[in-house]
């Protein structure tokens, strides 16, 4: 188990490493002049030649490629003109917020694992639940009334889902504020009852999905010899759909759940937009309104490594579901 989870983690180093290259080589390498887009519009001449120099622009790629990398885990000092030493981890400067940009990151990235975290329990959870109970009641009302939910939500979007909450649970009952973020350790309950819309919008698109995906795999694995071999030895239900079906039916779902979580992680721009949040995924849409590269590249990273840890979470529960992927 230990030799499995070590060559996971290596090749998870080595495609980070390849993702940082290959959106610093995009955001400061290709582009003209990158500096243009990230100072105010009211620079000059000159203070565009200084914000040059503050970033290092001058010297050549690897230099600085290196220099990013080290203040990711050691810090390092921007000048005077970018608030002096940047601890660990320091990914620049923003001259668009006037602020680093792991500070930017600090801000706004609890929002959205505040959004994610509570909203990919709610969708697993109900999703994977029903796909289930569907599956082992095929054909009944109840089937019928799963596969109508799942189809709906398939069909519809956050943002139409979104209005719908807001009209009727916020604007005309009154039943829930205008969403909002507050810290969970300041208020848990303004923290539930500001993020509770965006919860459950979410869990209903992404439920809707997993319930289809979960039905069908739990279907095909129900027709499989091993379970029919189960039921003629005399095992219970419970043992049966739960120790041997279930656990073969929930592979493909860790896999989708590892990457919608993942990529959820690195921004959930409309979601936010659509409840007037600000979390990363707004933060990066701004970035690159305002031509912001250093938040950009951030962001990018940030959403990589989400990415990136999800699928070795996945590999990791592989290992746990299916005792043959630890000997391979």
Same mark, same amino acid.
């Given at each position: 188990?230990?030799?499995?989870?070590?060559?996971?983690?290596?090749?998870?180093?080595?495609?980070?490493?390849?993702?940082?290259?290959?959106?610093?080589?995009?955001?400061?390498?290709?582009?003209?002049?990158?500096? *243009?887009?990230?100072?105010?519009?009211?620079?000059?001449?000159?203070?565009?030649?200084?914000?040059?120099?503050?970033?290092?622009?001058?010297?050549?790629?690897? *230099?600085?490629?290196?220099?990013?990398?080290?203040?990711?885990?050691?810090?390092?000092?921007?000048? *005077?003109?970018?608030?002096?030493?940047?601890?660990?981890?320091?990914?620049? !400067?923003?001259?668009?917020?006037?602020?680093?940009?792991?500070?930017?990151?600090?801000?706004?990235?609890?929002?959205?694992?505040?959004?994610?975290?509570?909203?990919?329990?709610? !969708?697993?959870?109900?999703?994977?639940?029903?796909?289930?109970?569907?599956?082992?009641?095929?054909?009944? !009302?109840?089937?019928?009334?799963?596969?109508?939910?799942?189809?709906?939500?398939?069909?519809?979007?956050?943002?139409?889902?979104?209005?719908?909450?807001?009209?009727?649970?916020?604007?005309?009952?009154?039943?829930?504020?205008?969403?909002?973020?507050?810290?969970?350790?300041?208020?848990?309950?303004?923290?539930?009852?500001?993020?509770?819309?965006? !919860?459950?919008?979410?869990?209903?698109?992404?439920?809707?999905?997993?319930?289809?995906?979960?039905?069908?795999?739990?279907?095909?694995?129900?027709?499989?010899?091993?379970?029919?071999?189960?039921?003629?030895?005399?095992?219970?239900?419970?043992?049966?759909?739960?120790?041997?079906?279930?656990?073969?039916?929930?592979?493909?779902?860790?896999?989708?759940?590892?990457?919608?979580?993942?990529?959820?992680?690195?921004?959930?721009?409309?979601?936010?937009?659509?409840?007037?949040?600000?979390?990363?995924?707004?933060?990066?849409?701004?970035?690159?309104?305002?031509?912001?590269?250093?938040?950009?590249?951030?962001?990018?990273?940030?959403?990589?490594?989400?990415?990136?840890?999800?699928?070795?979470?996945?590999?990791?529960?592989?290992?746990?579901?299916?005792?043959?992927?630890?000997?391979?």
């Amino acid at each position: 188990m230990a030799r499995f989870l070590v060559k996971r983690l290596l090749s998870a180093g080595l495609t980070l490493f390849a993702v940082s290259v290959f959106s610093f080589l995009m955001f400061f390498a290709l582009p003209r002049d990158p500096v *243009s887009g990230m100072c105010p519009k009211n620079c000059n001449p000159e203070r565009l030649e200084r914000v040059r120099q503050e970033l290092g622009l001058r010297d050549p790629l690897i *230099s600085q490629y290196a220099g990013y990398m080290k203040g990711i885990f050691t810090g390092r000092d921007l000048g *005077s003109a970018q608030g002096g030493r940047c601890d660990a981890p320091c990914l620049g !400067w923003s001259y668009a917020n006037n602020e680093a940009v792991s500070d930017t990151l600090a801000r706004v990235l609890p929002v959205t694992l505040s959004i994610v975290i509570p909203a990919a329990i709610l !969708w697993l959870l109900l999703g994977v639940g029903l796909g289930m109970v569907s599956a082992l009641r095929r054909g009944t !009302w109840l089937d019928r009334v799963a596969i109508g939910f799942s189809l709906t939500g398939a069909s519809l979007q956050i943002y139409f889902v979104g209005a719908v909450l807001l009209l009727v649970l916020v604007y005309n009952l009154r039943l829930l504020p205008v969403p909002s973020y507050t810290s969970l350790f300041d208020s848990p309950a303004k923290w539930a009852s500001g993020l509770v819309l965006a !919860w459950v919008a979410l869990a209903f698109l992404y439920s809707a999905i997993y319930a289809r995906l979960s039905r069908a795999q739990m279907l095909e694995t129900l027709s499989e010899d091993y379970v029919r071999t189960a039921r003629a030895k005399g095992l219970t239900k419970p043992k049966v759909y739960g120790r041997h079906a279930l656990r073969a039916a929930i592979t493909p779902v860790v896999t989708i759940a590892g990457l919608d979580v993942g990529g959820a992680l690195g921004g959930t721009v409309i979601t936010e937009t659509t409840f007037g949040i600000q979390g990363l995924g707004r933060t990066a849409v701004n970035a690159v309104s305002d031509g912001d590269l250093p938040t950009i590249m951030a962001t990018v990273l940030i959403a990589a490594v989400f990415v990136v840890l999800a699928n070795v979470v996945v590999d990791l529960l592989y290992a746990v579901i299916d005792p043959r992927v630890r000997l391979r």
